[in-house]
Every structure is written in C-alpha cells, then in structure tokens.
C-alpha cells in the first residue's frame, strides 16, 4: 500500500510540475493566447490611429478652415488616447504593434504635405470620412467577434469615438468643398 501511495504521490508531484511549467511557458508568452484575427486588428488599428494622428498634425498646420484644423486637432488627442490605450493592451498580451504608417498611409501624408489651402481641407475631409467608415466597420466587426476580451473590449469602448469622428468628417466634408465653389 505506502508502495502504491508513493508511486501515486510522486506521478501527482510529476504532474503539477510538468503543468507549472507549461503554465509558466503560456504565461511568457501571452502572444500565444491571441488569436491571429485578434492580433492582425490589433496592428492594423495601431498603424491607422498612428496615420490619423500625424495626418491630423498636419491638419493643424495647413488646414485653411477653423474647422478642419479642429477636427485634425481632434484627431491628435482622440487617437493619441485610443493609441497609447492599444499599445498598453498590445504590449501586456506579448504582441508588437507598429508605431510607423503604413506605405499607403505614407503616400498619402506626402500628397498631403504639397497641398495647401481648400485643396489640402477637401483632400484631409474626404480621407477622413473614407478612413472612418472603415475604421467603425472594422471596430464594429471586432467587437462583436474578438475572441480575446480585452480586445473585444477596447473595440467596443474605442467605437463610440469613431462613430462621433466619421459623423463630424461627414459633416465638415461637404461643407469644405460648397466653400471652394462658392469662391469660384
């Protein structure tokens, strides 16, 4: 009997060692838990609110109307928040998000750069209501299907704000372009 409850004590120690460590290898790697859908959103939102922030800088700087440099200065505090928000989450589940924009991204923050008065609020307007019916379609997908709930959780929290952002680019768009052809 003190045979048989010694080899069953000594597989029972086996086992929970054998498990911490598998415990303690997930816990290292939380990237791990992370769905690859999870994580592919995770890095695309970060590389997108890092374009709507320097886009919106820029926005500052060489919109012609109030409106479009407010906007834009919405844009650096909204997305500077929901950045450093994603990049916490990123960062405690093990993932790497790009800080950088992408090439698309970049291109069109060059073609930017050479306009200037209406010709840069109509070219910024457009570009931010194309960007944000994107951004709420994917926010809205994610929180709804993230399987990770953290993840689902910043897309719900994080969608309000882009709902409130496409709705004023919606309503600031037009306005940019009647002005153009009005001083026509």
């Known amino acids: ?8 004590f000594t597989t029972l120690l086996c086992c929970v060692a054998v498990g911490l460590g598998v415990g303690e290898a997930v816990a290292q790697n939380p990237a791990t838990k992370v769905s690859s859908a999870d994580k592919m959103f995770m890095q695309e939102a970060a590389q997108g609110g890092a374009a709507e922030v320097q886009l919106g800088r820029l926005a500052v700087q060489k919109g012609s109307s109030e409106e479009v440099k407010q906007f834009g200065q919405r844009m650096v505090d909204d997305h500077s928040r929901a950045n450093d928000q994603l990049k916490a989450l990123a960062q405690n589940k093990g993932i790497d998000v790009p800080s950088g924009l992408s090439a698309k991204d ?5 073609k930017l750069e050479k306009l200037s008065g209406p010709q840069f609020d109509d070219a910024y307007m457009s570009l931010m209501v194309k ?6 379609a994917e ?7 993230a399987k990770d709930p953290q993840v689902k959780q910043f897309a719900t929290n994080t969608l309000p704000t882009l709902q409130e952002h496409l709705q004023l680019a919606e309503k600031i768009a037009p306005q940019q372009s009647s002005m153009r052809m009005q001083d026509h």
């Open 131 to 136: 960007d944000h019916k994107k951004d709420v």
């Open 139 to 145: 926010f809205e997908k994610e929180s709804k299907s």
């Open 106 to 110: 970049q291109a069109f923050a060059s």
């Open 1 to 8: 009997m003190w045979r048989s409850t010694q080899i069953c």
